[in-house]
């Protein structure tokens, strides 16, 4: 059994958290779409793995981690971006 850490260093360094984490930081408008953003890119990734092995199955320990892997990378963008507008 592979350990927490190092699921979710693959979940993220996965580039589906990143470039959903990307877009929808600089898209939303209200802090609680980062929460949204990360379920939404978690999901998606879960997709694509199944379309890619369909005997994956779900484990509810690589889907947390991956909403947490794709919380920080929307929370950080989000972040630059609320930093940038202050900056303006």
């Known amino acids: ?13 996965s580039p589906i958290p990143i470039v959903v984490g990307i ?3 600089f898209v ?4 609680w ?4 953003t990360a379920v939404t890119a978690t999901l998606i990734g879960e997709y ?3 379309m890619e092995n369909p005997e994956h199955s779900f484990s509810p320990l690589v889907f ?3 909403v947490l892997a794709a919380a920080i990378w ?3 963008f989000y972040w630059i971006r609320l930093t940038r507008k202050k900056g303006e």
Do not use: E, K, P, Y
């Open 28 to 31: 939303s408008r209200a802090w």
């Open 23 to 25: 877009a929808a930081a």
């Open 48 to 50: 694509f793995t199944r």
């Open 1 to 13: 059994m592979t350990s927490i850490f190092t699921i979710f260093l693959a979940q993220f360094i």
């Open 33 to 36: 779409n980062v929460g949204v």
């Open 74 to 76: 929307a929370a950080w």
């Open 64 to 66: 947390a981690t991956g």
